[in-house]
């Protein structure tokens, strides 16, 4: 049998409390028919300075817990989910921006799609009242989780979810601040939870929004990117490491191409291109070594199948990082040759100015070379110990007699 447990987080809302308080309790009879015969609400007072936990008191149904000063909205949600009774745990806002009448539809989804996180997404096609300037950047958010961890998301952080009390562990930690959704979000998806979205209507709120659009959004951006980096680095890292290599591969076929027709001469963009793309392979590649060995460092902590490849998946047969070790020794070598050619050729009597552009060439691919070597050697170190614990298992178990 399945219990549903409603938390409202409330900060100073007075003014919409009580109506949001009735549209949750008047639900219980669909919540009945759609397979959930039990229901809770919770209301967590974040240290309120108005009249919101008098009014919520007047509710004998309801059971008030409250902080003795505001610790925002993600701590007055976990406070309400450790408190709570049931299997499956559900929230929305206070300020009435959230339809409480569809918690019925999606405790059904959970229940019969045996999701673990089910969201009211407010950009999946039923009317929605949500702000042009939210809109965009809950528009730019969705697709920056998605990009980062390859599965589709419309709503990041929307604020009414129902999800089942056991993937809690895999969830946590979360925020204590208003970036609580979108880490959640981020969090469901690396770990692998079944997440579903339905649509749901989102209106204009009651009173004045505590949601500040610059700060808050710079907290949903760093929240993200440090949370996808806690589970796939290459994804982030390798991204613009490959980003930048790309730059710099095009810039130099550009001056090998001048050099090639002769021209030895570069203008001030021409010598700006050229170091601009020195910098950009050696910066890019090491960028994306270093993403590939956070993988293995990431892989050891949460002991699991090493994240492969910048699509969550091998791009090539083998993952680009097993290439390191022979790509990096022959750009050792062909840098090294380059270098003592043009060394040979300065001898000889060729002008320095038809040999500088070789020689920091040579300089450039050698160090290009030396960091794919230390990083191939750091992974296959970091590969052996994440192996470990198997191999000592099998060991100890010794080799079948037949």
Same mark, same amino acid.
């Given at each position: 049998m399945h219990a549903l447990s409603v938390v409202i987080p409330a900060y100073n809302e007075e003014n919409g409390i009580s109506d949001i308080v009735d549209r949750v309790l008047s639900v219980k009879e669909p919540l009945a028919e759609a397979g959930v015969p039990e229901m809770e609400l919770i209301v967590v007072d974040d240290g309120s300075r108005d009249r919101t936990a008098e009014i919520v008191a007047g509710y004998p149904s309801v059971r008030l817990i409250r902080h003795a000063t505001n610790k925002g909205y993600g701590a007055a949600l976990k406070t309400g989910f450790s408190n709570a009774t049931g299997n499956l745990l559900a929230f929305l806002d206070a300020d009435g921006t959230y339809p409480p009448e569809f918690f019925p539809k999606l405790c059904r989804v959970a229940i019969e799609q045996e999701a673990d996180l089910v969201i009211g997404?407010?950009?999946?096609?039923?009317?929605?009242e949500m702000p042009a300037t939210r809109r965009i950047g809950n528009f730019f958010f969705a697709n920056l989780i998605s990009l980062i961890s390859n599965h589709r998301i419309s709503d990041s952080s929307s604020g009414m979810r129902v999800l089942r009390r056991e993937v809690l562990p895999a969830l946590y930690p979360l925020p204590d601040?208003?970036?609580?959704t979108p880490v959640m979000s981020t969090r469901a998806l690396h770990e692998g939870l079944n997440m579903v979205e339905v649509p749901i209507t989102y209106s204009e709120r009651v009173g004045r929004s505590k949601l500040s659009v610059v700060r808050d959004g710079t907290r949903f951006l760093n929240s993200i990117i440090w949370t996808a @980096?806690?589970?796939? /680095? #290459?994804? !982030?890292l390798g991204g613009i490491g490959a980003a930048a290599i790309t730059l710099a591969a095009s810039i130099a #076929?550009?001056? #090998? #191409? @001048?050099?090639?027709?002769g021209i030895t001469t570069l203008g001030p963009w021409g010598i700006f291109g050229f170091f601009a793309a020195g910098a950009g392979l050696v910066s890019g590649v090491s960028v994306f070594s270093l993403g590939a060995t956070f993988n293995y460092l990431v892989s050891?902590?949460?002991?699991? /199948? !090493?994240r492969q490849g910048l699509l969550g998946r091998p791009v090539f047969r083998t993952p680009l990082e097993k290439h390191f070790g022979w790509v990096g020794l022959l750009a050792l070598v062909g840098g090294s040759l380059l270098g003592v050619v043009a060394l040979i050729l300065g001898l000889t009597g060729w002008d320095i100015s038809r040999l500088w552009f070789w020689m920091v060439s040579s300089v450039m691919t050698v160090l290009v070379g030396l960091q794919l070597v230390i990083s191939w050697f750091i992974m296959q170190v970091l590969a052996e110990l994440s192996q470990r614990e198997e191999l000592v298992e099998g060991d100890l178990n010794g080799y079948p007699t037949k």
């Open positions: 997404s407010r950009m999946a096609g039923e009317d929605s601040g208003l970036n609580f @980096m806690n589970y796939n /680095p #290459v994804r !982030i #076929v550009i001056l #090998v #191409v @001048m050099r090639l027709q050891l902590f949460h002991k699991r /199948p !090493i």
